[in-house]
């Protein structure tokens, strides 16, 4: 059975209803995006986190009191002030020490500079270049009795000194005043932990 099919050319009939976006202004889609970006806005301002991390202080007493059980040597400590911090604590090897282990205790001075005390009884040609992040020597300085060589590089100044075997740095990015007081105030369990 055949089924005759026959097309109408007659024009469309409107059905009475307005077709809504026919009537859509440009001002309609910058109002549209602004809500947009507004409902964004207020979920990043509630989700946002800042990215300033607090200060995480290390328990330098007891990672002493261990090394100092290997160490040949009387492990020397810086005693931060109240503003300060002690950050990071290791005894161990390091790439210029030669296998020979580094007693290392890093400080966060007033908020915002960098102090570092290491001690080694290595004899490699590379420690203090890796100690002092490639310094130039800068003269000496006398300090706590002691002799001190001066290293200096960009944004860090150094004090070394090798003194029965022992090689003691003290570097970091404070002035050279700073660095001096802090060579000065070593001593061997005068660490107070954070």
Same mark, same amino acid.
């Given at each position: 059975?055949?089924?005759?099919?026959?097309?109408?050319?007659?024009?469309?009939?409107?059905? &009475?209803?307005?077709? =809504?976006?026919?009537? #859509?202004?440009?001002?309609?889609? !910058? $109002? +549209?995006?602004?809500?947009?970006? %507004?409902?964004? &806005?207020?979920?990043? =301002?509630?989700?946002? #986190?800042?990215?300033?991390?607090? !200060? $995480? +202080?290390?328990?330098?007493?007891? %990672?002493?009191?261990?090394?100092?059980?290997?160490?040949?040597?009387?492990?020397?400590?810086?005693?931060?002030?109240?503003?300060?911090?002690?950050?990071?604590?290791?005894?161990?090897?390091?790439?210029?020490?030669?296998?020979?282990?580094?007693?290392?205790?890093?400080?966060?001075?007033?908020?915002?500079?960098?102090?570092?005390?290491?001690?080694?009884?290595?004899?490699?040609?590379?420690?203090?270049?890796?100690?002092?992040?490639?310094?130039?020597?800068?003269?000496?300085?006398?300090?706590?009795?002691?002799?001190?060589?001066?290293?200096?590089?960009?944004?860090?100044?150094?004090?070394?000194?090798?003194?029965?075997?022992?090689?003691?740095?003290?570097?970091?990015?404070?002035?050279?005043?700073?660095?001096?007081?802090?060579?000065?105030?070593?001593?061997?369990?005068?660490?107070?932990?954070?």
């Amino acid at each position: 059975m055949a089924h005759d099919v026959s097309v109408s050319s007659t024009a469309p009939r409107p059905t &009475g209803r307005r077709n =809504a976006r026919l009537g #859509q202004t440009v001002g309609d889609m !910058v $109002r +549209s995006l602004a809500i947009v970006l %507004a409902l964004v &806005g207020l979920l990043v =301002a509630v989700t946002y #986190q800042s990215q300033s991390a607090e !200060v $995480r +202080s290390v328990d330098v007493a007891t %990672a002493q009191a261990q090394a100092q059980r290997q160490a040949p040597f009387d492990l020397q400590t810086w005693t931060p002030g109240p503003d300060d911090a002690a950050t990071s604590v290791r005894w161990q090897a390091t790439e210029g020490s030669g296998g020979i282990p580094v007693w290392h205790v890093g400080y966060l001075v007033d908020g915002s500079e960098y102090l570092q005390v290491a001690q080694s009884k290595a004899a490699e040609a590379s420690f203090v270049p890796e100690q002092t992040s490639g310094g130039t020597p800068q003269g000496e300085a006398t300090v706590g009795g002691l002799r001190w060589q001066r290293y200096e590089s960009e944004g860090r100044r150094s004090l070394v000194s090798v003194e029965g075997g022992v090689t003691t740095v003290v570097s970091g990015t404070l002035t050279w005043p700073g660095i001096e007081a802090a060579a000065g105030a070593l001593g061997p369990g005068s660490v107070v932990s954070g």
